[in-house]
């Protein structure tokens, strides 16, 4: 499916970094490197504004090295990006280690995910069908 892009930044479109990758590695468009000290959070501009088509959306998720390795992750994982969006498509890191992280012009720091979705209407009814698993959650099916 193609989808009309435009980038300002400084980098290549992001690309899938294997053949059957669902994510396309974002890059950090920034002037200068960027410091999150610990439990801060910063949005971080990539330069790229989209056009999906109706029915889709892109969903902003963390790389699980970064949140592995240096304990930075999408603080509003999975974001959303809607269709009718046409800003810049922005990434919400957050850093949950001890430790300062610098982020560099040009680093991979999250990843997009084009997905399908529906749009519901409402049909308000006075109950539901019944399941085998009813109103049963939390662990019910689980170890006590
Ligand atoms: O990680 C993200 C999440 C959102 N957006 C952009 C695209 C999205 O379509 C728009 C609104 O996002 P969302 O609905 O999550 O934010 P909101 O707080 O509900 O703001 P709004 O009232 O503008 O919908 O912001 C991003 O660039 N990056
Ligand atoms: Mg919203």
Do not use: C
């Not at 590695?25 to 790229?48: C, V």
């Not at 969903?59 to 949140?67: D, K, T, V, Y």
């Not at 001890?98 to 109950?127: C, L, Y």
């Amino acid at each position: 499916m193609k989808v009309r892009v435009i980038n300002t930044s400084k980098h290549e479109l992001p690309e899938y970094q294997t053949p059957q990758s669902a994510g396309l590695d974002l890059r950090a468009n920034i002037d200068e490197p960027i410091e999150l000290r610990p439990l801060e959070r910063k949005l971080i501009g990539t330069g790229l504004f989209l056009e999906l088509p109706a029915g889709f959306e892109a969903q902003i998720r963390p790389r699980s090295g970064l949140a592995y390795k240096y304990g930075v992750t999408v603080l509003n994982t999975p974001g959303t990006i809607d269709a009718d969006y046409r800003g810049e498509i922005k990434v919400l890191l957050v850093n949950l280690s001890n430790e300062p992280f610098t982020i560099d012009d040009g680093e991979r720091i999250a990843q997009m995910v084009v997905a399908k979705h529906e749009q519901i209407s409402w049909e308000p009814s006075e109950s539901l069908s019944d399941t085998e698993r009813g109103a049963g959650g939390y662990g019910s099916t689980g170890k006590k």
